[in-house]
């Protein structure tokens, strides 16, 4: 069974930027597209950014956020700038192996925290 495997979070002071990135722990044949989320305590898990044929972002994240796919290695990053207080949450990340599938496949998160 597949899931992900996220990396890249820290300690960061507002303003800053982190890239974060994911990559399966085992082989996929076929993955249709990849999304980062995230979920701060007391919240619930939002959206942030997916990739396919198309790129989608969060409004709170345009422009400042940007999600790439390197396909020869089969991973997915976030490169976020311009970091808030407010990004501050678990991310996680997920795949979607066809349009109609859910996300599945989640990794265990990596912890950014943004401090001022």
């Known amino acids: 069974q597949v899931h992900m495997v996220e990396s890249g979070g820290g300690l960061v002071q507002a303003g800053g930027s982190l890239r974060l990135s994911c990559a399966p722990s085992?082989?996929?044949?076929?993955?249709?597209?990849m999304g980062w989320f995230r979920q701060a305590p007391g919240t619930e898990r939002e959206f942030v950014a997916a990739?396919?044929?198309?790129?989608d972002y969060a409004d709170s994240v345009k422009g400042r956020f940007t999600i790439s796919r390197d396909n020869a290695k089969n991973t997915v990053y976030l490169q976020m700038n311009n970091l808030k207080a407010e990004d501050t949450a678990i991310y996680y990340c997920?795949?979607?192996?066809?349009?109609?599938?859910?996300?599945?496949?989640w990794g265990q998160g990596t912890q950014v925290t943004v401090f001022s």
């Open positions: 997920a795949m979607k192996e066809s349009p109609s599938a859910d996300f599945g496949s």
């Open positions: 085992g082989r996929t044949f076929s993955t249709y597209a």
């Open positions: 990739i396919a044929r198309s790129v």
